[in-house]
C-alpha cells in the first residue's frame, strides 16, 4: 500500500517529536519514500541529524536554504509528495494549515501541497479542548485534510488526557486505511465481507473444554486482504490470541453455536462469508454447572452434532458468495466436491494438513480451489497473506463472471 509513496514528513515541535524518528522507521519498513521537514521548535526537541540519518535525506528546515539553483525547493517537495502527513501536529501548526498562513519551511510547503494531507494532532488536553483548536480541526476536515483522533493517556504533563500521539504503527495502519478510502476503483469497495476465524472451544464445565489445532492465522489474513481490497469487514473470531486487525470490526465468541448465531445477525447484509474457522463437529452433550472432581476411574462425556454453520448458509444462500475450507489429511479432492455440493458453496478451499508448513497453527499454507463447474486450482506453498490474496482475486473473478 505505501510500496514506493513518496510520503513528505512534517514534524512540529512538541514533545512527542521524538516518536516520529520510529514514524520514519516504520514508514520506510512499508516500503516509502521519506522526507521530512521541520518547524523551528521542532527542533528544540530532536534534531535534523536524527531524520537525515533515518530518512537517508536531507531534511527540510528553512525556506530561504535553496540548495539546487534550477528548483524551489517546497515547491519541488510540494510537487513530489505523494501523501503528507504531519505528527506530531500541534495546535500551532493546525491554526496555521487551516487558516493558510505560510511563514516557515513546512507550512509554505503544505501550502503548496495537492497531494492528501494526513494529520495527527498531539498536545495537552487543554489546548485541544481549546474552542479555537477545535474549529481549526472542523476546518481541516472540511477541507477535506484527514485527521486522526489522538489518543487518551498519561501525558507528559503527568495527568491523564486526551491528546497522545497514537504509536507509530498505529499511525501507519491508519495513513493505509486512509489510502485505500481514496481509492475508488477497489474491487471490495461498498461490499460487507464476513469471516470466521480460530477454532471454537465447547465447555465441558466451568473450567474445561475440548477445542483444535486452528490458530486463527488464515482467517485474519483473509480479513486483512479484503479489508485492503475496500471491503467492510466482520471478523467473528474464536481466538484471543491474535491482536485485532486495524479497520476490521471484530466480533469475539467462543462455542460454535456463538458463532452460528453471530454470523447469522448480519449474514443479510452480507456480500461473501468466508468460514476460515475450525468449528467443533460436536460438543458436550451436558456442560456440567460445577467443575468435575476426579472421583471416578474413568469419564465418559457424551457428545452431539453441532449445527453446521456452513451448511446452515447455503440453506438460506441469496445474493451471497459462500468460501467455505476443508481440511483434510487424505481423499482431498474428493471430500472437498462433496462439501462443495452438499454445502452449496462457491469455494472451497482445501488443503491437507498432514503436510509439512500447511494448515493448522502454522504461517504458511497450501490449498487447492474448488468451484462448482470449473478445474481445481492449485495454489503452492506460500504465506498465509499471499494464499489469501489469491483466494480473494479468484473469488473477485468469479462472481464478475
Ligand atoms: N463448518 C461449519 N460448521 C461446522 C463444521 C464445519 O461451518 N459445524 C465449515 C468450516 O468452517 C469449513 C467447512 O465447513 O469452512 C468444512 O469444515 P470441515 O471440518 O473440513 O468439514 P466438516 O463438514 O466438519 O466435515 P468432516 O469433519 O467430516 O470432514
Redesign the pocket.
Known amino acids: 500500500m505505501l510500496d514506493n509513496k513518496n510520503v513528505v514528513l512534517y514534524v512540529s515541535g512538541g514533545i512527542a517529536a521524538y516518536k516520529a524518528a520510529d514514524l520514519v522507521r516504520q514508514l520506510i519498513k512499508q516500503g516509502a519514500n521519506v522526507k521530512v521537514a521541520m518547524t523551528a521548535s521542532a527542533q528544540e526537541f530532536v534534531t535534523p541529524l536524527t531524520f537525515q540519518i533515518l530518512s537517508k535525506h536531507h531534511v527540510y528546515t528553512d525556506t530561504f536554504d535553496e540548495r539546487q539553483e534550477d528548483k524551489v525547493s517546497h515547491i519541488h517537495l510540494a510537487d513530489w509528495t505523494d501523501i503528507a502527513v504531519i505528527a506530531p501536529a500541534t495546535a500551532n501548526i493546525i491554526a496555521k494549515l487551516a487558516n493558510g498562513i505560510a511563514d516557515d519551511f513546512a507550512t509554505t510547503t503544505l501550502l503548496a501541497t495537492t497531494a492528501p494531507v494526513f494529520v495527527v494532532p498531539a498536545m495537552n488536553s487543554h489546548m485541544l479542548e481549546n474552542p479555537a483548536t477545535a474549529r481549526n480541526l472542523t476546518t481541516l476536515r472540511a477541507d477535506n485534510r484527514f485527521v486522526m483522533e489522538p489518543e487518551t493517556g498519561f501525558l507528559a504533563e503527568g495527568y491523564e488526557g486526551k491528546g497522545r500521539l497514537p504509536e507509530p504503527v498505529t499511525i501507519v495502519e491508519s495513513i493505509k486505511q486512509f489510502l485505500v478510502s481514496q481509492q475508488l476503483d477497489l474491487p471490495l469497495k461498498n461490499k460487507h465481507v464476513i469471516i470466521?476465524a480460530g477454532g471454537t472451544k465447547e465447555r465441558i464445565d466451568p473450567v474445561r473444554y475440548i477445542t483444535n489445532d486452528s490458530s486463527g492465522k488464515m482467517g485474519y489474513s483473509l480479513a486483512s486482504v479484503a479489508r485492503d481490497l475496500g471491503a467492510h469487514v466482520t471478523l467473528i473470531s474464536a481466538t484471543k490470541q491474535l491482536s485485532n486487525p486495524f479497520g476490521i470490526d471484530v466480533v469475539h465468541i467462543s462455542s460454535?453455536s456463538e458463532m452460528l448465531e453471530t454470523v447469522m445477525k448480519t449474514y443479510n447484509s452480507a456480500d461473501i462469508v468466508v468460514?476460515?474457522?475450525?468449528?467443533s463437529?460436536y460438543r458436550p452433550k451436558k456442560q456440567a454447572a460445577k467443575k468435575i472432581k476426579k472421583n471416578e476411574e474413568s469419564l465418559i462425556i457424551e457428545f452431539e452434532k453441532?449445527?453446521?454453520?456452513?451448511y446452515q448458509l447455503g440453506q438460506e444462500k441469496q445474493k451471497q458468495f459462500l468460501i467455505?475450507?476443508?481440511?483434510e489429511t487424505n481423499d482431498l479432492e474428493s471430500?472437498a466436491q462433496e462439501?462443495l455440493k452438499r454445502?452449496k458453496a462457491n469455494m472451497i478451499v482445501a488443503n491437507d494438513v498432514s503436510k509439512p508448513n500447511v494448515g493448522f497453527n502454522k504461517n504458511t499454507n497450501e490449498v487447492t480451489i474448488f468451484m462448482p463447474n470449473s478445474e481445481p486450482i492449485e495454489i503452492s506453498l506460500r504465506s498465509k497473506e499471499e494464499v489469501a490474496a489469491e483466494i480473494f482475486k479468484i473469488a473477485i473473478k468469479q462472481m464478475i463472471k
Open positions: 470466521t460454535a468460514m476460515a474457522a475450525a468449528v463437529d453441532t449445527r453446521d454453520i456452513l467455505g475450507f476443508a481440511a471430500y462439501k454445502k
